[in-house]
């Protein structure tokens, strides 16, 4: 049984298991309904309002952690065993070259970004990370949502101010200036002139050293004038290594969204996933393969739309 095999049949088991976990919550989907209601109709007979609120608040506590710890959390382990197994068939084929280690949760994001000085956030969440070596060149990508804390009178609130994929490199051999990229500068950098504007690839930036700036980035530039028409995107340079934050409705490595009811053996999720990582990997590429800001321009169009309609390898061996 070669690789393509195996993951198909780890597709079929995991499947089963699915199964399994969906037809024992629909058995059981209304007691989950039924205990809170008869908990309040119990309570409610007493009519003291503290006890009828708080039986009830604590009923249906104790039924969404049931569910929880009952269907979602093993739901949710086997959806990232199904990204893990594409995910390496993917990598095994096409990028065979790298190493790398997938994680469906994250806590570095916090302090990448800290430390690029991007952007100030709150709290951020991140999942979905793949870090490795390419070429040569280290890396590393996830997904993050950045919110903002917003406090009221009564309650404390978090607002997203940025969602999408952070991506960190490190390159051996290139000395970039410390400088700072943005598709969407503030009104206040707009009204204060900080900064310059790109008026050729639309983007401004901020750099100690305008000379090496456009030396060391020039190659750099196609790509924002790209992801800038997709949405905001922060880049931060220093040394070797490269910080870019890029907002994003991609929902990365999750399209189609992994559903209980629905069966792991999509064709859409290995198509999805070929698509997004192969496009994302292309700035390692441009990078460790040196390329013009023409062959750039010319090879992302086709890198981006390479794996788009993909069905398979062979879609029929998967």
Known sequence: MDTTQKTQALLINLDRAREKIKEKRDKWMSVYFIVPILIFAATLSTLVIPLIIIGTFISIAISRAIYHSNYTAP???LSNKV????????????HADTTYTYFPNGNKAEKIISESRLIFADRIDEEDVIMGTKGGVDFYLSEVDLQKKIKSKNKTTYHTIVKGLLFKTKIPGRSFPKSVLFSNPSLLKKWFRLGKQNEEYGFWYETR???RFHSEMQTLFPFIQHLSQRGDVRISTSGDEITILMESKMKFLDDPIPSLNKSFQDERYYSKISKQVNSLFYIIDTF??????LEIEENLKLRVLEYADRKSVDRSQL
Do not use: C, H, N, T
């Open 75 to 77: 739901f949710q382990e």
């Open 209 to 211: 050293d305008e000379s």
């Open 83 to 94: 990204k893990r197994a594409l995910l390496g068939e993917f990598m095994r084929i096409y």
């Open 288 to 293: 460790v393969d040196d390329m013009s800001p």
